[in-house]
């Protein structure tokens, strides 16, 4: 079987799920060529463990994100099962090269089996999906739901020129306010929810996670109430699916929705006044308390580990 | 011009999902719902209709409840509809860009608006995959779009923050949730919407042959419950919450 991995990069890098998504391909067997657009992250990508051809796909098409451009570009160099990260751009390029293929797509698997057997969560991790292909199709992949390959390997590495004409310009780039790091990539989160009063409040979420090197996320509610905390920060149905090692939740009720975003964390912390309040129903560790008394105390702890 | 909005019914996001036979039980979901980001899509499709792009159509695949949604639709200002009846749980993603692409060009549209990701595929398959057969630029991530010329100007959010971006018809837009009120209807709205004709086509009426779908499911599960987890009263239980994520959990 040939499998096709599109190189997922993080500006200039190759982002950190390129190397799961080969420790996926890896599982099912067969020969691995990885797809780098624009070239980005091609000398690492040649050292994942199980690769045997990196293309390096060079050209004015990738100086920014257009996926009609980018997948004409790639499509031609996909042979077999193409694998992407289910990050939004990631789901972007599956979806349009597996138009170009004539194929199916399907999206953000958690598992493969045997004979590519994929397991998905759908109706928002409310239930889970499991199926099969009866032929070649595109699949993305989850963050963090899979092994990453080691990084002794040797592939060949072919470069390309390639040309495809861009419809979508940018015309400004506005980067993010603040540089803590985004929940989508944190293996840890705390989040803060409308308990926690008034958006100056999140400074003592922040110094927790600068503690652990965590990421701050948001309840839906915080982020409508409050224009300080932006909507890059919400976990939920409308907001971030994330599933981290350790998600801490702050004056989070525990929505449905803000639940179908973050119940797939590993370990779930809730920290609620309400001995009631639902979220106590998905945490592994409930603490009954004002965030007031417990963040001192909480920051205090894992500055000593 | 004509511009089209794709709309999905779901259900709603606070709606229990049983699992039957190894299917979700559609039958006892208890209200559906207008896909969440779909309703931002909608805002926007109905900005852009009224700072003059064009007519707008509201576009709909799915079984015959779905109809509901489109008067919703109509309510708030969509010009026409259109209901393409069909069974759509079972198809794979192919399958419905085909049968949606042709509701597309049947309406004549050039402008595509939808939402990101459906609420209960959650693929976010739909917007590029049409987008690739219509032959229309891609724009993913959209929370804002207006006309800008010829052309359509958009704030879409970039792994490194937001970009401003500009493409000409045919595009379609993906949208992801926005920082714009979604408007309700009134009732001189919902008499309107009444009186208006829901066009209803079969995917053979358009022409479109789904074929096979290439994937097969085998099963849907509710998820694994998980073990009811410990709680401690008080903030003087953090120490002992903090050396258990370290011992227990192993994660800090
Ligand atoms: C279509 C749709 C989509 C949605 N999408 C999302 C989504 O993506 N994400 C999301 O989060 N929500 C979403 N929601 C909203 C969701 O229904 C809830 O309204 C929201 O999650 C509530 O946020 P919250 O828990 O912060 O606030 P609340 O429900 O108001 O809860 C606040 C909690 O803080 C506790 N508290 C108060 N004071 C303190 C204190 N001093 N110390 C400790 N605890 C305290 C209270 O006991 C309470 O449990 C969506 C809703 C709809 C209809
Ligand atoms: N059956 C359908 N009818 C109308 N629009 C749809 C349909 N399926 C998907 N869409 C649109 O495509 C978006 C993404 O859907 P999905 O790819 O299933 O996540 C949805 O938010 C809708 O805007």
Same mark, same amino acid.
């Given at each position: 079987?040939?499998?096709?991995?599109?190189?997922?990069?993080?500006?200039?890098?190759?982002?950190?799920?390129?190397?799961?998504?080969?420790?996926?391909?890896?599982?099912?067997?067969?020969?691995?060529?990885?797809?780098?657009?624009?070239?980005?992250?091609?000398?690492?990508?040649?050292?994942?463990?199980?690769?045997?051809?990196?293309?390096?796909?060079?050209?004015?098409?990738?100086?920014?994100?257009?996926?009609?451009?980018?997948?004409?570009?790639?499509?031609?160099?996909?042979?077999?099962?193409?694998?992407?990260?289910?990050?939004?751009?990631?789901?972007?390029?599956?979806?349009?090269?597996?138009?170009?293929?004539?194929?199916?797509?399907?999206?953000?698997?958690?598992?493969?089996?045997?004979?590519?057997?994929?397991?998905?969560?759908?109706?928002?991790?409310?239930?889970?999906?499991?199926?099969?292909?009866?032929?070649?199709?595109?699949?993305?992949?989850?963050?963090?739901?899979?092994?990453?390959?080691?990084?002794?390997?040797?592939?060949?590495?072919?470069?390309?020129?390639?040309?495809?004409?861009?419809?979508?310009?940018?015309?400004?780039?506005?980067?993010?306010?603040?540089?803590?790091?985004?929940?989508?990539?944190?293996?840890?989160?705390?989040?803060?929810?409308?308990?926690?009063?008034?958006?100056?409040?999140?400074?003592?979420?922040?110094?927790?996670?600068?503690?652990?090197?965590?990421?701050?996320?948001?309840?839906?509610?915080?982020?409508?109430?409050?224009?300080?905390?932006?909507?890059?920060?919400?976990?939920?149905?409308?907001?971030?699916?994330?599933?981290?090692?350790?998600?801490?939740?702050?004056?989070?009720?525990?929505?449905?929705?803000?639940?179908?975003?973050?119940?797939?964390?590993?370990?779930?912390?809730?920290?609620?006044?309400?001995?009631?309040?639902?979220?106590?129903?998905?945490?592994?560790?409930?603490?009954?308390?004002?965030?007031?008394?417990?963040?001192?105390?909480?920051?205090?702890?894992?500055?000593?580990? | 011009?004509?511009?089209?909005?794709?709309?999905?019914?779901?259900?709603?996001?606070?709606?229990?999902?049983? =699992? @039957? *036979?190894?299917?979700? /039980?559609?039958?006892?979901? &208890?209200?559906?719902?207008? #896909? !969440?980001?779909?309703?931002?899509?909608?805002?926007?499709?109905?900005?852009?209709?009224?700072?003059?792009?064009?007519?707008?159509?509201?576009?709909?695949?799915?079984?015959?409840?779905?109809?509901?949604?489109?008067?919703?639709?109509?309510?708030?200002?969509?010009?026409?509809?259109?209901?393409?009846?069909?069974?759509?749980?079972?198809?794979?993603?192919?399958?419905?860009?085909?049968?949606?692409?042709?509701?597309?060009?049947?309406?004549?549209?050039?402008?595509?608006?939808?939402?990101?990701?459906?609420?209960?595929?959650?693929?976010?398959?739909?917007?590029?995959?049409?987008?690739?057969?219509?032959?229309?630029?891609?724009?993913?991530? =959209? @929370? *804002?779009?207006?006309? /800008?010329?010829?052309?359509? &100007?958009?704030?879409?959010? #970039? !792994?490194?923050?937001?970009?401003?971006?500009?493409?000409?018809?045919?595009?379609?837009?993906?949208?992801?949730?926005?920082?714009?009120?979604?408007?309700?209807?009134?009732?001189?709205?919902?008499?309107?919407?009444?009186?208006?004709?829901?066009?209803?086509?079969?995917?053979?009426?358009?022409?479109?042959?789904?074929?096979?779908?290439?994937?097969?499911?085998?099963?849907?599960?509710?998820?694994?419950?998980?073990?009811?987890?410990?709680?401690?009263?008080?903030?003087?239980?953090?120490?002992?919450?903090?050396?258990?994520?370290?011992?227990?959990?192993?994660?800090?």
């Amino acid at each position: 079987m040939n499998i096709t991995i599109i190189a997922e990069t993080s500006g200039n890098q190759l982002h950190s799920v390129t190397s799961q998504l080969a420790g996926a391909a890896g599982s099912l067997g067969g020969t691995i060529t990885l797809l780098c657009p624009g070239g980005v992250g091609e000398s690492e990508a040649s050292k994942i463990s199980g690769v045997s051809k990196v293309v390096s796909l060079k050209g004015d098409c990738f100086s920014s994100f257009d996926s009609g451009a980018w997948s004409a570009a790639m499509t031609p160099h996909c042979e077999g099962v193409v694998i992407a990260s289910s990050s939004p751009t990631g789901r972007e390029l599956a979806s349009q090269i597996a138009s170009k293929l004539g194929v199916p797509v399907v999206q953000d698997l958690t598992e493969i089996g045997q004979d590519l057997k994929m397991t998905r969560s759908i109706y928002s991790g409310k239930a889970i999906e499991t199926s099969t292909a009866s032929g070649s199709c595109v699949i993305t992949l989850r963050q963090n739901s899979f092994e990453s390959a080691g990084s002794d390997g040797n592939a060949e590495l072919i470069t390309v020129d390639s040309t495809s004409e861009v419809s979508v310009a940018v015309k400004e780039a506005m980067a993010k306010a603040g540089e803590r790091l985004d929940v989508s990539e944190a293996d840890i989160i705390i989040s803060g929810g409308r308990g926690m009063g008034d958006p100056a409040n999140f400074s003592h979420l922040n110094e927790v996670a600068d503690v652990i090197g965590a990421a701050v996320g948001a309840s839906r509610a915080a982020v409508d109430s409050w224009d300080e905390i932006p909507h890059s920060m919400q976990v939920g149905q409308t907001g971030k699916t994330v599933n981290p090692s350790l998600y801490i939740a702050v004056g989070i009720s525990g929505a449905i929705q803000h639940l179908a975003g973050m119940r797939s964390s590993k370990y779930i912390v809730a920290i609620n006044k309400d001995p009631d309040a639902p979220i106590f129903g998905v945490a592994d560790y409930g603490i009954v308390a004002t965030w007031e008394e417990a963040l001192p105390s909480l920051k205090e702890e894992l500055a000593k580990l | 011009m004509t511009i089209a909005v794709l709309l999905k019914q779901v259900p709603d996001t606070t709606a229990k999902i049983a =699992v @039957s *036979e190894g299917r979700v /039980d559609q039958g006892s979901v &208890s209200k559906w719902s207008t #896909s !969440p980001y779909d309703e931002y899509a909608l805002e926007y499709a109905l900005q852009l209709k009224e700072s003059g792009a064009g007519d707008l159509v509201a576009i709909t695949c799915g079984p015959s409840r779905s109809s509901k949604m489109l008067t919703d639709a109509a309510a708030v200002g969509v010009d026409s509809m259109l209901h393409v009846e069909a069974d759509t749980s079972e198809m794979d993603s192919k399958q419905i860009q085909s049968i949606l692409a042709a509701a597309i060009k049947h309406c004549g549209a050039d402008v595509v608006l939808c939402g990101k990701q459906a609420a209960d595929t959650n693929s976010g398959s739909t917007g590029p995959g049409v987008a690739s057969l219509i032959g229309a630029a891609c724009v993913g991530m =959209v @929370s *804002e779009v207006s006309m /800008d010329g010829d052309g359509f &100007s958009a704030l879409r959010g #970039s !792994p490194s923050g937001n970009e401003r971006v500009v493409v000409s018809k045919p595009c379609l837009f993906a949208f992801d949730k926005a920082a714009t009120e979604l408007r309700r209807p009134n009732v001189k709205g919902i008499m309107m919407a009444k009186k208006k004709v829901i066009e209803k086509v079969s995917p053979g009426d358009l022409g479109v042959d789904i074929g096979e779908s290439g994937i097969k499911i085998h099963a849907h599960d509710s998820p694994p419950e998980k073990p009811p987890g410990q709680k401690f009263e008080g903030a003087e239980s953090v120490p002992t919450v903090v050396a258990k994520l370290r011992e227990e959990a192993n994660v800090i």
